[in-house]
């Protein structure tokens, strides 16, 4: 069965600085990935996904994602964080189910920027 | 707005009754998915429809049942309510019975169980 762990519970950065929130899976094919943001209060908005091709790949709101098949890794990066970024940001990974491909979410990243 | 219309917003229900959760998909969505989110066990999936009939299941408990209707909106029901069924439950919708392409969620139904 696919999995998704996230190691990082919280992430404090200052605004202005660079961001990267890691995200590791497992997965015996070849996965579909992808990153949702949750502002509080709010349910989840789709980043961005990876299916299949180039490896780097751009999201909303200035966020991309580079997928690592060696390391089982599809961390997401930002170069510069603002204070509206300030959410939980959860990785998933798609697999086949019954017909249908549903995601595996991690438990999430809490992001905080400080001023 | 994401599309995706979920009611009521709050609820707050006593031990031992039932609730009913409704979700309206994005127009031109097919697929209806529900999702329990909790402190304790993340974001868990529950249930798929897609153009009114059960797709894919998940972590749903058998006090808990879905269905979708002709026009498409989905409802899960929630019986017999223990303190544990207390948290927040998503709708999320996509237009095939595919959610490779990502879903679009609502805001949510936050379920209080006292």
């Known amino acids: 069965a696919q999995s998704v762990t996230q190691p990082d519970i919280h992430i404090t950065v200052s605004e202005g600085a660079s961001l990267e929130l890691r995200c590791n899976y497992s997965y015996g094919a070849t996965p579909y990935l992808f990153w949702y943001v949750q502002s509080p209060g709010q349910g989840l908005q789709l980043l961005l996904k990876?299916?299949?091709?180039?490896?780097l790949v751009q999201g909303i709101k200035g966020f991309e994602a580079e997928f690592k098949r060696s390391q089982s890794s599809f961390n997401l990066r930002k170069p510069s964080v603002h204070w509206s970024d300030a959410a939980e940001y959860f990785c998933a990974v798609g697999s086949p189910s019954g017909g249908s491909y549903i995601p595996t979410f991690g438990r999430g990243t809490s992001l905080i920027v400080h001023p | 707005d994401s599309g995706v219309t979920q009611t009521p917003k709050h609820l707050i229900t006593a031990t031992g009754q039932r609730v009913t959760l409704r979700c309206s998909p994005r127009?031109?969505?097919?697929?209806v998915y529900w999702y329990q989110q909790s402190l304790d066990q993340g974001l868990q999936f529950l249930i798929q429809y897609y153009n009114g009939e059960e797709r894919a299941k998940g972590n749903i408990l058998e006090r808990f049942s879905a269905q979708q209707f002709p026009d498409l909106h989905s409802e899960l029901n929630l019986s017999s309510l223990e303190l544990g069924d207390s948290a927040l439950y998503f709708c999320?919708?996509?237009?095939?019975?595919?959610?490779?392409?990502?879903?679009?969620f609502g805001s949510g139904t936050r379920l209080t169980v006292v």
């Open positions: 990876y299916f299949s091709g180039d490896t």
């Open positions: 127009s031109g969505d097919l697929s």
């Open positions: 999320a919708s996509s237009a095939a019975g595919t959610s490779n392409y990502g879903y679009t």
